[in-house]
């Protein structure tokens, strides 16, 4: 659709814009033109509102001959072509409502007097249509500009949706490789074991299915996988491994990428409890600051609106790096830098034997909570 013509305050603008135009050519009528400023004022107004819309037809040859792909000659001879036949036309619509008003005494006389001023109405014409030829060439470059900027958005989100999507589907394998590492062990140890955890790593991964196409789940439910990832880990541990959570319940209904704890907590259970032959613990911490808060430890540099998620575990500082470390925190990073960009932080400390990784993300609500 014509960039004007389909939207009425361009088109408001546009005619506003014929009122100096209007005046310039009343001026021309009724001075060197010869006719009175009654006769000028009776053509001029209805015939400006005709040429204002015959000039926007120059938009159908601009997107015909574009600027950057057409050459002098062919964009001079286009344009200069329909300038006058637009203005000839132009001029003979005046010459028929001037020679219709003659018939009225007021106006009698004014078809001579028309008559005498067409070639300087007929120049002005040609020149108003070249005018609009550039005004449409403008729209032309900003319309063309905006497409080109949308594409690159475009571009961007896609390439961040499937960034999103290939690191996402790390996860699962990598879990499920650790498991059945652990499921196999325990065959020769104790049967009865192995066969509940795998009904609980079936249990976990059947509440996986529904997160393919998910780019967010509530907290609430990225919980639920925690703690059913847990209970997978716990079959093999038993009570080397303790569990601390300290959930905010106000943060229960914020939004999250799906399995982004899961790694994490893997991660803790694989390279520090599994090291540790008294067992470990895991501490899953989560603080909603959305209105200020100031629960804040030490150290803790999070803003406002800013949901913080820590999850912190013992390790033997002495204990060799295990081959894959890092494969989970590096997938949580780049998830994070994917989807929230520098609105997200991702920091990992080690002290002394205590591990701790802290995510600091936006509170956004999930569809539907209150």
């Not at 990598?174 to 196999?184: P, R």
Request: proline share 4%.
């Amino acid at each position: 659709m014509h960039p004007i013509l389909g939207h009425m305050r361009r088109l408001g603008m546009y005619l506003v814009a014929w009122i100096p135009l209007a005046a310039i050519l009343l001026y021309l009528l009724a001075s060197p033109g010869g006719m009175s400023l009654a006769q000028a004022l009776v053509m001029i107004l209805p015939l400006c509102l005709v040429y204002a819309f015959m000039c926007l037809s120059a938009w159908y040859s601009c997107r015909g001959v574009p600027l950057g792909n057409s050459s002098f000659q062919r964009l001079a001879l286009t344009h200069l072509l329909a300038a006058v036949v637009i203005s000839g036309v132009w001029v003979a619509i005046g010459k028929g409502l001037a020679t219709l008003l003659a018939g009225i005494d007021v106006f009698r006389g004014l078809g001579r007097n028309f008559s005498q001023a067409l070639p300087l109405l007929f120049v002005s014409g040609v020149l108003i249509y070249l005018l609009a030829v550039a005004l449409h060439y403008v729209l032309l470059s900003v319309e063309q500009s905006q497409q080109a900027e949308k594409r690159v958005i475009e571009a961007r989100v896609l390439a961040r949706d499937s960034e999103l999507k290939a690191l996402k589907a790390q996860v699962n394998p990598h879990f499920l490789f650790n498991s059945l590492n652990s499921i196999s062990a325990l065959t020769s140890i104790d049967a009865g074991r192995a066969r509940e955890m795998c009904i609980l790593l079936a249990d976990f991964l059947r509440k996986t299915l529904g997160l393919g196409e998910k780019t967010v789940i509530p907290l609430r439910e990225e919980l639920a996988l925690v703690r059913s990832f847990l209970s997978v880990e716990k079959v093999r541990f038993g009570a080397r491994l303790t569990v601390e959570e300290k959930i905010a319940a106000d943060a229960l209904e914020y939004a999250v990428p799906p399995l982004l704890l899961q790694p994490l907590v893997e991660n803790a259970v694989a390279h520090g409890i599994s090291n540790l032959t008294e067992g470990g613990w895991i501490r899953l911490e989560v603080r909603n600051r959305e209105n200020g808060g100031t629960d804040l430890s030490p150290g803790d540099s999070a803003a406002p609106g800013e949901l913080v998620i820590e999850v912190e575990n013992n390790f033997d500082p002495e204990m060799p790096r295990r081959r894959g470390t890092g494969v989970g925190l590096a997938n949580v990073r780049q998830r994070l830098a994917a989807r929230y960009g520098e609105r997200a932080r991702f920091d990992v400390r080690a002290e002394g034997e205590r591990f701790l990784v802290t995510l600091a993300l936006p509170a956004e609500k999930t569809e539907g909570a209150a």
